[in-house]
């Protein structure tokens, strides 16, 4: 009986009917609640409906129910780290997917580029959290207003809410709402401070750290950076240690030695540029 009511949630899935879907996976956890794909398929369809909270109770219940040193919960983790991250909790979603991301590595799993990607994210996020303190420490105006943006957006997020208790809009609606409304007050964020620098002639700016000079597999700036024959960067250090340990590309997991890695002069070039002109960014 279980098993049909996750058939059928996984047909509504596919015909986009995520609440529907939702609906189906509840009912097969009360009929079963020891199966753990019922849990990571609740969670991917809450993570359509952007329903943070369910999804890391999801991904947990999954991980608890295989157990933390089994493979199969690489999945789980990489949708727990990217409710934490939906719930502004970065720190955990990076000790999470780090640490899945390391197990993905050891076991060539599927699962690793989509870790290294909630890594950046998370390390991303607490980056930005650290840089709006460090502004908003240098300037108060520019912190008032930003506050205000802020709660200007809890706001409007609460009156969407309200509309969807009300049944005036569906879970779906209420997520496309709070993902416009989330995204139109960083634009304006980022408008605010874009303004603040050029009337501080760069003394207020926000620092950010390019995607492409970060190795990933330790997630740091590279400094001697090398690419793999699949067309990625890593630094040298950590993509030497791997391959010669797995053997295989560690994203497309294809097989591969220490000498097929090529020097990227170019990257290293533009790494070390970079670093130059921003020498806060080897703490990053």
């Known amino acids: ?156 997020i609460a009156e969407s809410k309200a509309q969807l208790d009300a049944g005036e809009i569906g879970d779906i609606g209420f997520g496309e709402d709070c993902k416009a409304l989330r995204e139109d007050a960083e634009k304006m964020i980022q408008d605010v401070r874009e303004a603040f620098r050029v009337a501080s002639k760069g003394e207020v700016q926000e620092r950010v750290v390019p995607d492409y000079l970060v190795d990933g597999i330790t997630f740091e700036i590279m400094h001697d950076p090398v690419i793999t024959p699949s067309g990625t960067s890593f630094d040298r250090i950590g993509i030497v240690k791997y391959v010669e340990k797995a053997g295989v590309d560690p994203l497309t997991r294809a097989p591969m030695t220490v000498h097929d890695l090529r020097n990227n002069y170019a990257l290293k070039a533009a790494s070390e540029e970079f670093l130059t002109k921003n020498g806060w960014a080897v703490d990053w």
Do not use: C
């Open 1 to 156: 009986m279980a098993q049909a009511l996750k058939t059928k949630g996984n047909e509504l899935f596919k015909q986009g009917d995520f609440s529907g879907a939702e609906d189906l996976y509840s009912q097969a956890i009360l009929k079963d609640p020891h199966d753990p794909t019922f849990f990571t398929n609740r969670a991917i369809t809450r993570i359509k409906l952007a329903k943070w909270a369910g999804v890391e109770h999801d991904a947990r219940a999954a991980i608890d129910i295989y157990g933390l040193k089994n493979i199969a919960t690489l999945k789980s983790s990489y949708y727990l780290s990217q409710a934490l991250l939906g719930l502004q909790r970065p720190q955990e979603a990076y000790d999470v997917a780090v640490d899945a991301y390391q197990l993905s590595l050891t076991e060539k799993n599927v699962q690793t580029e989509n870790l290294s990607r909630a890594v950046l994210r998370a390390k991303q996020q607490i980056w930005a959290a650290k840089e709006t303190s460090r502004l908003r420490e240098m300037n108060e105006t520019l912190k008032n207003v930003e506050e205000l943006i802020e709660k200007n957006l809890e706001r409007s």
